[in-house]
Each structure stands twice: as C-alpha cells, then as structure tokens.
C-alpha cells in the first residue's frame, strides 16, 4: 500500500514538470519550462520592453529557485524576445553572484496539420568562482557579424546560410575555444540561435559542448544608435 503511495506520488510530482506558456505564469511562480510569447505588431515599445522585462524577471526567478530552465521558442519575433530577457536575466542573477549559461537546441510541436521547428534555450545557473574574472567580450579572438537574409530568400537557401554560419562558430571554437556572435535585429538573432544550436552538435562530435550566453551591445549606424545582442560562446574542451 505504502508502495503504491510513492508510486503516485511520484507520478504527480512528474505531471508537475510541464510547458508554461508565458501569458498564464503567475507571478512569484517557480517553473522548469516556460514557452515564450510572440508580442503583437503594433505593441507599444515601452510596452514591449516591460514585457522582456517581465519574462527576464520570470526566469531569474527559477533561476534562483530551480538552478535551471528551459525557454521554448517558436519564431524570430519569440527567439529575439528571449534572448534580451536572457541577456537582462544575467544581470539581475549576478548579483546573487550567479552565472547564466545557456545550451541552445532544436524542439519541434505540431500545430494542426503543421509541424513547427523552434529553438530551446536549456538555461542553467551555477555559483561564480573565487577567481572567476569578468569576460571582455570586445578581447575576444573570434568575432563574426550576422547579416540578415533577403525576405524573399527560398528556405534552402536560408538553411544553407545558417548551415554555413553554424560552421563559422565551431571552426572558430576549435580555433579559440571562443566566439563573440553579433546581431542587430530579431531575424539575425534567429539566425544566431540555430547556428549556435547546430554548431553544438559539431561540438558533441568531438566529444565536447557548447555553452553561450547573451548580452547587449551598441553600435552606431549611419549615425543612427542601434542596440543588438552578442551570443558569447565558448566550449569546454581543453
């Protein structure tokens, strides 16, 4: 009898483990995988940075209370969104002396008759050591600059570039063990994410992994500030 109470309790405890979507979190709330939330067109940008805000906040919080999470994306408008919330979730999780990490990976739901491809952001939080330094990611070896595709751009096409993007990043991981990722605009930080989660397959070939974390950088075009994202990756082969 005893035996069949732990069996069920542990069936429960695994029912638990599930999908949030980020519009039914409920706040305070402690989650292990939270699907992230595309904003609509027209939302206002104050209101469109409140709602990265809103999500870093939300996934620091597991952070702090799980150790890890994992952030769901379908679309270059979702991906972009959780990257910056990533990026803003470092900073508020250093100051307990945390350090964000993310390993990037393909996940695939079925919506209808369609089958769609994201990107999962398997994040995780470990304690800084000692003698852990800042990176300065502007000393790192490697640097690429993402270019966005054509819109009109045939989708063998656009796997292609990603493909050939993908292999930039690991070539320069077995060159440097380091590489800083540059993007300025969602459709480039997509394009990041599933090179990044592709090289880490090239990586797993050789018996490594591959880890990245985002953060924001400037840049001044035709005079004009834009603010992207820089992926840092690094593996962990010596």
Same mark, same amino acid.
């Given at each position: ?70 952030? !769901?994306?379908?679309?270059? /408008? *979702? &991906?972009?969104?959780?990257? +910056? @919330? $990533? #990026? %803003? =979730? ?22 209808g008759e369609n089958e769609l491809t994201g990107i999962c952001f ?14 300065d990611v502007e000393k790192c070896k490697s640097v690429l600059m993402?270019k966005a595709d054509p819109k009109d751009i045939e989708p063998e ?24 990722? !540059?993007?300025?605009?969602? /459709? *480039? &930080?997509?394009?990041?994410? +599933? @090179? $990044? #989660? %592709? =090289? ?39």
């Amino acid at each position: 009898m005893e035996e069949n109470k732990v069996a069920n309790n542990e069936e429960t405890e695994e029912k638990k483990i599930i999908e949030v979507p980020e519009e039914l979190l409920k706040e305070g709330e402690i989650i292990d995988c939270l699907k992230v939330k595309a904003d609509p067109p027209d939302i206002l940008p104050e209101d469109r940075k409140r709602n990265v805000k809103k999500l870093a906040g939300a996934i620091s919080h597991s952070l702090r209370g799980r150790g890890e999470i994992n952030v !769901r994306c379908f679309g270059s /408008a *979702t &991906i972009g969104k959780a990257a +910056k @919330a $990533l #990026a %803003i =979730a470092k900073t508020y999780i250093g100051v307990q002396n945390l350090q964000l990490d993310c390993s990037p990976a393909f996940i695939s739901t079925k919506m209808g008759e369609n089958e769609l491809t994201g990107i999962c952001f398997v994040t995780f939080a470990s304690e800084k050591s000692a003698d852990s330094k800042p990176i300065d990611v502007e000393k790192c070896k490697s640097v690429l600059m993402v270019k966005a595709d054509p819109k009109d751009i045939e989708p063998e096409e656009r796997k292609k570039n990603v493909r050939k993007l993908a292999g930039a990043i690991s070539h320069a991981l077995a060159e440097n063990k380091e590489v800083a990722i !540059r993007c300025f605009g969602n /459709a *480039t &930080i997509g394009k990041a994410s +599933k @090179a $990044l #989660a %592709i =090289a880490r397959g090239y990586v797993a070939t050789t018996g490594g992994d591959l880890y990245c974390w985002p953060m924001f950088i400037m840049a001044d075009m035709n005079g004009n500030e834009r603010t992207g994202i820089c992926w840092y990756a690094y593996s962990n082969l010596s």
